[in-house]
């Protein structure tokens, strides 16, 4: 999916079509990922699909749950669903800019291959 060391800086038009896609990838990670907890707190917890919504998007977000949740299966796939969250925001974050942590480093091995 990257050029390699050795390859020429891929051209801006790329590079953007390149950043687009990979925020795509991101997006749809979150959008799987919302649906996921979604549809756990509203089978476990029997919430409705906004309270359900809400709940799982603070944690995907990082913040945490904003209902109490009662039964033990809820508790046990909140808990699962924190420790996801957690792992998959950092890994979306990954996705998202690769694409720019990839370009300056690319260019800066480009640099020092000149000054050699």
Avoid: Q
């Avoid at 906004?50 to 990082?62: K, R």
């Amino acid at each position: 999916m990257f050029e390699r060391r050795t390859d020429p800086l891929l051209p801006r038009r790329n590079f953007f079509g390149r950043l687009m896609r990979c925020a795509a990838a991101g997006a749809g990670i979150i959008a799987v990922s919302l649906f996921i907890g979604m549809l756990g707190y509203h089978v476990l917890e029997d919430f409705s699909w906004l309270d359900s919504f809400v709940n799982a998007a603070m944690l995907l977000g990082g913040m945490g749950p904003v209902d109490p949740v009662r039964t033990t299966g809820g508790k046990l796939f909140a808990g699962f669903y924190a420790l996801y969250c957690g792992f998959a925001v950092i890994a979306i974050a990954g996705i998202i800019f690769a694409p720019v942590v990839h370009r300056f480093l690319h260019r800066f091995h480009l640099e020092l291959g000149r000054k050699n």
